[in-house]
């Protein structure tokens, strides 16, 4: 079936960057975008761009261009969100969702905590 | 800046219908902003009910809907049962690739 999992939890201080994965199963990987979208805690979702299926180009939200860069690996079926100038407003919950052509995610990756703090 | 705004908190007796609304800081949300609605409970993953307006996801119960009424995107639930109490999200594609979420509903029902 469909999958996407992502990497596990990671802690880092104010000014570092971080990496998540998020590998996909159960679909040809290369045929669909994929968005990353972000939850503060007790806050809303938050769209922060997107990648498309050939990996060759990104959109992100304005609020996070320059410190932000989504890359894909097709020998792994993996995509990859870079955050970077990290400060404690970035922690959240990050999640992958995949996007069959429907303009929305349908399928959710499990979420990736990450947490800034000095 | 694009907001996307939506009620914060509605309530809705069981068996009783609702109707969440998405709409935009300035102009009015149509198709082509391809609406989509997304629920979410605490500590989950979000799970996407309604793409493209009106399109039910995978799995996703008849009695959700989406429309659009008037200069707003819409979602309507009918025949609420307890375990519809979550939050709610639309998105809105707002062009040369980017998009916008909703501030977000807190469904109670009661």
């Known amino acids: 079936q ?18 998540i994965s998020c590998k996909a199963s159960g679909y040809t990987f290369t045929s669909l975008h994929m968005h990353w979208v972000r939850q503060a805690p007790g806050q809303g979702l938050e769209w922060m761009g997107q990648i498309s299926p050939s990996g060759g180009k990104t959109n992100y939200a304005q609020k996070f261009q320059g410190r932000v860069r989504m890359t894909r690996d097709m020998s792994t079926s ?3 969100m870079e ?4 400060r404690s407003e970035d922690t959240a919950m990050y999640y992958c969702g995949r996007d069959s052509g429907t303009y929305s995610p349908d399928v959710w990756g499990q979420g990736t905590l990450v947490t800034v703090s000095s | 800046q ?3 705004t939506q009620e914060p908190s509605l309530s809705v007796s069981p068996g009783g219908t609702v109707t969440l609304t998405c709409g ?3 102009g009015s949300v149509s198709t082509t902003h391809y609406p989509s609605w997304y629920q979410q409970t605490p500590g989950q993953a979000p799970r996407t009910l309604i793409y493209s307006t009106n399109t039910r996801s995978s ?7 989406g429309s659009i009424l008037g200069s707003k995107a819409a979602l309507t639930i009918a025949g609420a049962q307890a ?3 979550s939050d709610y999200y639309c998105a809105l594609y707002m062009g040369r690739g980017t998009y916008v979420f909703g501030t977000g509903t807190k469904v109670t029902v009661l």
């Open chain 1, 2 to 19: 469909v999958q996407l999992v992502q990497s596990g939890a990671e802690v880092k201080k104010p000014g570092a960057s971080v990496k």
């Open chain 1, 78 to 80: 993996t995509d990859y």
């Open chain 1, 83 to 86: 955050l970077s100038s990290l």
């Open chain 2, 2 to 4: 694009t907001v996307v």
């Open chain 2, 24 to 26: 935009l800081s300035s």
């Open chain 2, 59 to 65: 799995g996703v119960p008849d009695r959700f809907s």
């Open chain 2, 83 to 85: 375990d519809d109490e």
